[in-house]
C-alpha cells in the first residue's frame, strides 16, 4: 500500500513562509497525480495545488486562485516527495494540509475529483498564520 506523510506546518506570522513536504513509500504508478489540500474548522476541504506528472518531460501544474502567485508545488522524484512552497501567507491560508495521491490512466488536462476515491490521502500537517 501506499502511504504519504506530511511534514513542515507550523505557526508563522502573516507575511511569513512555510515548506511542506510529503514523502511517499514508493511509487507504484507511472503517471499520477498528487496534489495538495487543506481544511480550515467548519469548512469543507478545498483544492491547493496539483501535480502530475506521466514521464521526465510530462510536467502540470495547477493552482487554487486563492494561493496563485504564493505557493509552488513540486516534486523531487529521487526522494518520491512532494512539496509545497508557500510565501507571503496570510491568515487565511491556516488549515490542515494534506497531500494525496492517484493514479492517472487518461490525461484530461487536470486532476481527477478531490472527491475520486481513488485518492491515498495523508494524515495530514496543521498551518497557523497570525497576524
Known amino acids: 500500500q501506499v502511504q504519504l506523510v506530511e511534514s513542515g506546518g507550523g505557526s508563522v506570522q502573516a507575511g511569513g513562509s512555510l515548506r511542506l513536504s510529503c514523502a511517499s513509500s514508493g511509487r507504484p504508478y507511472n503517471t499520477y497525480c498528487m496534489a495538495w489540500f487543506r481544511q480550515a474548522p467548519g469548512k469543507e476541504r478545498e483544492g491547493v495545488a496539483e501535480y502530475f506528472t506521466g514521464g521526465s518531460s510530462t510536467y502540470y501544474a495547477n493552482y487554487a486562485d486563492s494561493v496563485k502567485g504564493r505557493f509552488t508545488i513540486s516534486q523531487d522524484n529521487a526522494k518520491n516527495t512532494l512539496f509545497l512552497q508557500m510565501n507571503i501567507l496570510k491568515p487565511e491560508d491556516t488549515a490542515m494540509y494534506y497531500c494525496?495521491?492517484?493514479?492517472?490512466?487518461?490525461?484530461?488536462?487536470?486532476?481527477?475529483?478531490?472527491?475520486?476515491?481513488?485518492?491515498?490521502w495523508g494524515q495530514g500537517t496543521q498551518v497557523t498564520v497570525s497576524s
Open positions: 494525496a495521491l492517484i493514479p492517472v490512466v487518461t490525461w484530461v488536462g487536470s486532476c481527477p475529483h478531490p472527491l475520486a476515491r481513488a485518492w491515498t
